[in-house]
């Protein structure tokens, strides 16, 4: 599996700033208290805005480049391809085939669940489909995967179990950036941020990895709804 992106541990160890343990914590800390303000308790603006440039802005200065950000062209956009459409695989079965039966008897969506549903104009479709590709796969994938993940990582001395926490913790808080799809929909969100998150570790922190399955996955949603398949 190729090499595709700039290993962000070593940037980070190599800036003045980027091994402070206790600016990582303060960061993790922030971010997650800005995604419950606004999905959870309804206080703040979009999260996913805000999070977006609190992460352009650390990882421009904790790691002093531009390019540490994750969206330079990976070494094969054939093998980012495939390994996305792979992952966006493992996480569309596992939640219509194992999270969602699970879950089925004890947790229900709530009736604004897909946004989606209902789309039957074309304009709405591609507008639809613009919101996929920015807001979603780019937006939160900077969000949860490349900035989440990774200040609990730099938290724990990107360690193993640092790297698992910052794993399990960014998928919680994308669960409950799902929250207003009800208690199935942070589970079934919270599944996926461990799929994509899994994905995104396995090939060396290669952002377009996640980014491609998170924009396939949520396009065959659109697809489903626009066409009829889905409710």
């Given at each position: ?5 700039p ?16 600016l ?6 922030l ?8 999905n959870v ?13 609190m ?10 480049s531009w ?21 966006m ?19 229900r ?19 639809w ?9 780019v ?12 200040r ?32 199935a ?18 090939t060396?922190?290669?952002l ?24």
């Open positions: 599996m190729p090499d595709q992106i290993n962000t541990r070593s940037l980070a160890a190599d800036h003045p700033i980027g091994n402070a343990r206790w990582s914590f303060a960061e993790v800390i971010a997650s208290l800005i995604v419950l303000g606004d308790w309804h206080l703040l603006p979009n999260s996913v805005l805000i999070l977006s440039a992460a352009v802005i650390s990882i421009r200065l904790r790691e002093g390019s540490a950000i994750g969206f330079g062209p990976p070494k094969s956009w054939m093998w980012t391809a495939l390994i996305a459409l792979a992952t695989v493992v996480q569309q079965s596992l939640g219509q085939f194992v999270v969602d039966p699970l879950i089925r008897p004890f947790a969506y709530s009736a604004g669940a897909n946004p989606m549903a209902g789309i039957h104009q074309f304009a709405e479709f591609l507008r489909l613009g919101i996929v590709w920015t807001y979603a796969a937006g939160e994938e900077l969000c949860y995967r490349r900035y989440l993940l990774n609990v990582a730099d938290f724990g001395g990107n360690s193993r179990p640092a790297l698992l926490l910052g794993l399990l913790w960014s998928s919680a808080l994308f669960g409950c950036a799902h929250w207003y799809q009800g208690p929909g942070i589970i079934s969100a919270m599944v996926s941020g461990l799929v994509f998150g899994a994905a995104y570790l396995l060396k922190r290669n377009w990895t996640s980014i491609l399955a998170h924009g396939i996955s949520d396009s065959v949603a659109l697809f489903a709804a626009y066409f009829g398949f889905a409710s």
